[in-house]
């Protein structure tokens, strides 16, 4: 860098320090008097957010030959953020209808199915309903890697309903949102 690039960069510098120390004076709650020696009191804010993510989630093709008898399907799932907070689960679907999960063939079938979801401190799936969360479940550290045991999804088909339909491809979509709490 030559010696005028030098110092214009120094003089931007400058500059630049000097608006921001006028940004932050700005907001000060009182302003330092001129003297040999001045003083300046600022407040200082930081908001510390809580961040969860969820991961390791795929989607569910079944193939189902017997329809007398009920078909599950269950995966781990990674759900983690800041070790010690607690966080809920949603779900809703592409056709939730009066409080049921459906799929929907292209001939216009309906097909309900149930949802269920374990957290790291729950023993066993507690079933969702659509749009509404769950009680809460303990949230792994960020730096969990899970190896896809930190919680549990299961999809299930019960055999009455899928008597009750045609045999045919049903499909939609289920959402699943986690939030800190």
């Not at 966080?87 to 459906?102: H, L, R």
């Amino acid at each position: 860098m030559t010696r005028s690039g030098f110092y214009k960069l120094f003089k931007q510098s400058a500059f630049a320090l000097s608006i921001s120390t006028c940004a932050i004076t700005a907001v000060a709650l009182e302003n330092g008097e001129l003297g040999e020696s001045s003083s300046v009191s600022i407040v200082l804010s930081l908001s510390v957010l809580p961040i969860i993510q969820i991961g390791n989630v795929n989607d569910i093709r079944l193939d189902i030959t017997d329809r007398s008898v009920d078909s599950d399907y269950t995966e781990a799932v990674c759900v983690k953020g800041n070790a010690g907070d607690k966080y809920s689960v949603t779900a809703t679907g592409s056709s939730a209808e009066s409080g049921n999960f459906s799929l929907q063939s292209n001939a216009g079938g309906r097909l309900h199915y149930q949802v269920s979801f374990s957290g790291s401190n729950s023993a066993s799936p507690g079933e969702l309903a659509p749009g509404v969360p769950t009680p809460h479940f303990d949230l792994p550290s960020l730096g969990s890697d899970c190896n896809g045991v930190s919680a549990s999804l299961t999809v299930s088909f019960k055999s009455a309903d899928l008597l009750s339909v045609e045999p045919g491809l049903y499909t939609g979509h289920l959402t699943l949102v986690v939030s800190p709490l």
